[in-house]
């Protein structure tokens, strides 16, 4: 039995007709970050909810070190659970300054305490010089590190974050991803992170968790899950893909990009990565160069068959030797990168 | 399909917050259900029942409701409906250029202009009846039209600028690109996207003239409302009063809904993509005419009035009678009744988080308070306290009248004091409850912490306001006043009936005076405030 902070067992919401929540069950390790993926509507935000306790559940458990806070009768209330949370909007108070607003957990009876604790915090989060700052004050960056600096300042056991990077400047959110995960690694504290953008999710999780319509599809290492996608949505999830529409029969599925093995029998879609997908410049090449685009050290090569214009694909190639638009190629995918799935 | 995030919103619309908060403020809220249904009740009484009473006292006999409707009431009505639509029609029109030229250009003395032009608030219409009757030296229809447009005009005015400021910058340069002139961008574009906020303000100009008594009583005009003290001081006749009252209130009635007919159609003012409208600085005469108007309009409302009445005061030297039992008074008055008011008004905001239909219910309650005169409001509680009303009282006894006297204040601002408090308690977002319960605060600590700091100010300013209005306030505290208590306002109008205008002009001054704080606080705020901000 591994030791988690926070676990879900099987939980299910329902909001009217929707389930919002179907049997999800997941875990938190001490020290890890968990990412939670999943386009808006999946369900993401209600799990957070249901974990902090902001939300009820119909069925299942929730467990946080060990204790039942959470089934179908009995919710803990959000403010006894050793739970830190960072939400979407920050949610600061407008009337506390920064470090006001870092003391506001804590639980010290003596006042100089909690002012040296919650300096310490913002120190931890580079903000030391904005203590006595008011929210308006601050800039977007500022906010979510004061935000995470107040979540952590009651030294919680587990912290979940709402979109935490959502509506800040891609610079800014790489600096912040290093920052926080240093600081949730200092602390030791677990971590779960709702995002519906794949790359700020795989750069600071340990494990991801795919949620499709209120079901968890997929969840493990991001490596294993990138290269074993178990369905096209959690294959998508994890990054750019293109897909293309054939017919399986007696175990393999042949395509304008080669054949593939596969058990599945009739219509499937096969998928890959444009960053697995390779071609080679011919005369009697299958595919048409269609597009060029980026300006970067590697661009977008957009493909599709000739003999069926619907077939559309992407590739990435190195700039210096991309194909011009109209160039005929051949196009080759790896057999362990090629997914195949039913359509 | 549905979003989570629109799942979330529908939460937050069931219940404005809290709802989710967990298992406690779940069972908190259940518990609460039973006493908060009283208490709505209790809230929506409040100016119902005043208005029950009058119009039960409208059904008692009366000797000389006959001699009314004989020989007085066809001028009451027509004089009341005629002010009313000259007045309101000649302020739209100053209003709205004056707030277009503030918003749409540039011109010297914009920026002091666009906040003091809304500084005749503070001018109640008697202060500025008695400057004006005695200046033009001349009482009558006339000069009451111009009183009311100087001092109730900025209704109108405040109403159409911030409609202009919300505009979408882009539909006007939309416009400009498709070749539409100024004149064209204004009258096909500006105005009709502000046309519901402008009815809006000339509705409530509308109310305060069909409710005003101070200064139609001294620049003896027969309206409605002054028909009403007439047949209760001078006929004595309580069901007279208040059958009047209740053709009062019909007018009102028929405005409110007028103004809702106005309302409908109404398009969004383009919040996608808002952007800040880039003045043009006018040139050469217009940029002079401009300028000059403005300052014209503020001098007839404000400075010239004011100047008047100062020069009187100063020649007639202070009144014989000291003024210190009318400030008393007055400031006796104000506390009560402001705290009265504030405490309903907090409950109402209060009860209005628990829901849509509940915020409805308590928001037409204090605009029902609001828009009814506050002469029929105070009728009603004359009758109810005089059990019917059937003999004449002079004046109610000290402490009934000032119960009843303090229920006509909160029935009347509640509104005034409803909206700052619940705009400060929607300052503490479901979110901002939420980070605190994550962070260990209870519901209790939650309401301490968090929402009752974030609430004080605008608990403050809503007592300001109250405070003004109540000390501005003539009919209902002129018939509701207990013997020996008067106050700035009743005293100043007494002056004024004696035509010892020297004397009137102190206390009124010290009304005008009490007005411009929380009003220029108000003005220069709001002016700063622009649309897409918070």
Redesign the interface.
Known sequence: MTNFVLEARAISRT?GE?K?LDEVSLGLEPGKVLALLGQ???????LL?VL?????IQSGQVFANGLLVSDTN????????P???V???F?????LTTLANVA??L?DTNPAQRRALASKWLEQVGLRDRASAYPHELSGGEQQRVALA??LA?EPKAILMDEPFSGLDPHLRLELQTSMLKTLREAGVAALIVSHDTQEALGVADNVAILEKGRIVQSGLPRAVYQAPKSLEAARALGPLWTLSACANNGRVETPVGGFETALVGPVRLCARPEATSFTRKQTGSFVVTDVRGVGRFVTISLNAITDPATHITALCQAASAPKIGDKVDVQVEAADAFVFRA | MITSDGLDLQDTDASYTGATLGYTTLVRRQHSRVKGWVLLAFVMAIPGLPVLFALAAACQPSASFSHIVDWLLTDMVWTTVKLAVISTCGACMIGVVAAWLVTAYDFWGRGLLSWTLALPLAMPAYVAAYAWGDLTGSRGFYVAVLVYITTLYPYVYLAARSAFEAQSVCALEAARLLGAGPLTRFFKIALPLARPAIGAGAALMGLEIAADFGAADHLGLSTLTTGIFKAWFSFGDLAAAARLAALLLLGVIILVCLERANRSGRVGGGASSWRSLVRVKLKGVWHGFASLGCIALLSFALIVPIGHLILLAIANGLPERSLLQPIASTAFLCILGASATLITASLSAFLAQNGKRVKACVHVASLAGYATPGAVTALGILAALTFGGHHFVAALSGPVAIFGLTYAYVARFSAAGLEPISAGLERCTRSMLEAAATLGANNWQRFLRLEAPLAVPSVFAAALIIAVEIAKELPATTLLRPFGIDTLAVRAHAYAADERLGAAAWPALAIVGLALIPTVWFSHRLSKSRAGQK
């Open positions: 909001f929707v919002a808006s509507g999946s369900g993401k935000s209600t909810r902090a306790g902001l939300e009820t009995f919710v803990m209330p959000p403010e006894k659970r739970l830190g949370m939400f979407q909007d949610a600061l108070f407008p009337h506001f957990g639980r107040r979540a009651p």
